[in-house]
């Protein structure tokens, strides 16, 4: 059985050539549902490198089985949002057709953030097409093809491939199960196709992990001192939500559960604050720990430089000796 993969531990950006053994132009498929039309595009795409990114745990297994009964060497599925894929494991330029079928819709009230089809995504994905590379989308809700044609029609590095916004068929395709139930169900499908043009693509950077940040710092106060001062508190600015839930006493540590919510990933995550010099008292290292594989992010590095300032607020004799933080409390 093949190790699962998944964005939270694949390398950012991945090397592709090696994961699949073979260098070949890459396709992503978009929350591949199960898995049809993975089946389909190895079959027709039988020397390409075929990704596909879910978030449903029961679709990953689907796709995982069908891969190990229909023997599909050139498909990979990966445990990831496509907001993660696109923007944590591709490189620019780097991948030749982008599929999303039926994607949800979210259209309730203060859902919207949750839509694939916005302006931050299409640019991601515009940005990591290469030249000549497709985009195809299919949908069964006219909301979503009204609100996809506009965003494209203002997106100047794709073109239309098609004679108007959309087609309501596309008949060389195989079927996906929600298609099969759109259809069934007597609802019109929409079919878009562009192609990404030499026009320059706009700038969406790569988001690589940063190094681990860590603090060390004196306090006159015992662990359980610091402990016993802790409070739930929040942080809110723009995409970034961190939340530091709650504080468990361990052997010569503290260990924060701390949540921290990027616009590209979310991590449920622990910092610990342990006693450096194996006594209760003086010098501490504030550190991320390995609990729920974190990643290095900006978002880690802020919430470390908020846990750090609170620690040291606890007593004004407390100092700082060494901050490895990117961004402190103050930026
Ligand atoms: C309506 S279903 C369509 C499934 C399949 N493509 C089909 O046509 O039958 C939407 C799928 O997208 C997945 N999904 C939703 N949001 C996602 C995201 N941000 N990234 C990746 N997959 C996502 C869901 O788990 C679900 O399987």
């Not at 995504?121 to 909301?143: C, F, H, K, P, Y």
Request: proline share 5%; charged share 20%.
């Amino acid at each position: 059985m093949r190790e699962k993969l998944s964005g939270y531990d694949l390398a950012w950006t991945t090397d592709w050539a090696a994961l699949f053994g073979v260098q070949r132009p890459l396709i992503l498929e978009i929350g591949f549902g199960r898995g049809a039309f993975l089946r389909y595009l190895a079959g027709r795409f039988p020397d390409h490198n075929i990704v596909g990114v879910e978030v449903s745990n029961r679709c990953l297994v689907a796709g995982e089985s069908l891969i190990a009964r229909e023997n599909l060497t050139n498909v990979r599925v990966i445990h990831s949002t496509a907001e993660m894929a696109l923007y944590h494991l591709f490189e620019p330029a780097s991948i030749e057709q982008i599929y999303i079928n039926f994607p949800d819709p979210w259209f309730k009230p203060g859902h919207s953030h949750r839509r694939l089809m916005q302006r931050d995504t299409l640019d991601a994905m515009v940005n990591r097409l290469s030249v000549g590379g497709e985009l195809t989308l299919a949908t069964d809700i006219a909301e979503y093809a009204e609100l996809t044609a506009a965003l494209l029609a203002e997106t100047p590095g794709l073109t239309n491939l098609l004679p108007s916004a959309w087609v309501n068929a596309m008949p060389e395709r195989v079927v996906t199960k929600y298609e099969q139930i759109a259809r069934r169900e007597g609802r019109t499908c929409y079919y878009f196709a562009h192609r990404r043009n030499e026009l320059p693509a706009p700038d969406v950077p790569v988001i690589r992990e940063w190094a681990m940040p860590h603090i060390v710092f004196t306090s006159p106060l015992t662990l359980d001192e610091m402990g016993a001062q802790f409070a739930e508190f929040h942080h809110d600015d723009g995409d970034l939500h961190i939340h530091f839930m709650g504080v468990y006493r361990g052997r010569g540590a503290l260990l924060f559960e701390v949540h921290v919510g990027e616009a590209t990933i979310v991590q449920r995550i622990a910092f610990l604050v342990s006693d450096r010099a194996k006594r209760e008292g003086r010098e501490y290292t504030l550190q991320v720990s390995a609990l729920g594989h974190p990643r290095a992010t900006k978002g880690v590095h802020k919430a470390v430089g908020l846990l750090g300032a609170w620690l040291l607020s606890l007593h004004p004799d407390a100092q700082p000796v060494i901050n490895k933080v990117a961004i402190n409390e103050d930026e």
